[in-house]
């Protein structure tokens, strides 16, 4: 099976067996290839309401060599689900047109509340016994941030999800202009960041949750960083536990770094290092607003709850 999802910033696959559906309700997905590719399609739609062009042909590049591998692996079934960016474009038509000449499929452009579903199915199963249920799931993405507060113990139940707009990408075209960005600018982020997390907690019961768990390249880029990696390895950064104060200096060292010093973190990815503060701000945050002490890392995400979607 094939999953694909593309977000505001990055596009990724999972080629994946499917586990034996005897095996129970909570076996693991058996990864055939995981593929990450920043084409940043979310580019400058929070001013202009529009996808770029240059950022459309980015995508179909890497959305080609995507197909490519999916035929050459034989999957059998694709579900390609697009988020943030292609729901708030005026010409999100264009897009799902070159989806579907390029991908042979058309993309679903999911709903946020369907978006925080995913993303909570994909991040829970696999959790240690000590990470106490119930969750509040973060994914911060380039133009959204979902939140989902749920149960494992009821077979991965969601009580409720909400999605909001302050991913890293729209928070750092918004506000932080400057390389590195200046403190005004850093404490207008926080500001429209933490008018946001709150409404969102008013939404969903994220304070009363036992465990938080974060999602996507600005947690596990800043949980890298904390753990003082000389390489980006998942297979430490996934579930690994930081403290509230180590994302909080880890945060302040982003911000006051240029996308250049960025860069002298090995673990930075090219593409994410000038939004990077941005996203680092947004987890931050929530951590104060919610109260949480730590947070836990997933490397499973959205991605994995598209591919466990193809099992029914």
């Not at 928070?171 to 404490?187: G, I, N």
């Amino acid at each position: 099976m094939a999953a694909i999802d593309c977000g505001t910033n990055s596009i990724r696959l999972l080629v994946a067996d499917l586990p034996d559906p005897a095996a129970g309700p909570t076996a693991s997905l058996v990864d055939v290839s995981r593929r990450m590719e920043i084409v940043r399609l979310g580019q400058g739609v929070d001013r202009t309401g529009r996808l770029a062009p240059e950022a459309i042909e980015r995508t179909r590049v890497a959305l080609a060599g995507y197909a490519a591998e999916i035929a050459d692996l034989g999957a059998r079934r694709v579900r390609m689900c697009a988020t943030s960016a292609s729901r708030d474009a005026s010409n999100a038509d264009e897009f799902r047109a070159m989806v579907r000449d390029t991908l042979g499929v058309a993309p679903e452009v999911v709903s946020g509340d369907e978006e925080a579903r995913l993303s909570f199915t994909g991040a829970v199963r696999g959790l240690a016994a000590d990470a106490r249920s119930p969750y509040l799931v973060v994914d911060i993405g380039g133009g959204s941030t979902e939140f989902v507060v749920g149960d494992r113990d009821a077979g991965e139940r969601v009580r409720a999800a909400i999605s909001v707009d302050i991913g890293c990408v729209r928070m750092t075209e918004r506000h932080l202009h400057a390389d590195p960005p200046t403190s005004a600018q850093v404490a207008a982020a926080e500001a429209d960041i933490a008018a946001e997390v709150d409404r969102a907690l008013a939404a969903v019961p994220g304070r009363e949750a036992a465990t938080l768990v974060g999602l996507a390249g600005s947690v596990t880029t800043v949980v890298a960083i904390a753990l003082g990696l000389g390489s980006y390895q998942p297979e430490r950064i996934h579930h690994a536990r930081v403290s509230y104060d180590e994302v909080a200096k880890v945060t302040a060292d982003l911000l006051s770094r240029s996308s250049a010093q960025r860069m002298e973190y090995p673990v930075m990815h090219p593409g994410r290092a000038d939004v990077i503060g941005a996203g680092a701000l947004v987890l931050r945050v929530i951590m104060e607003r919610a109260g949480k002490p730590s947070v836990v890392a997933s490397e499973h995400d959205i991605l994995d709850g598209i591919a466990y979607s193809l099992m029914s």
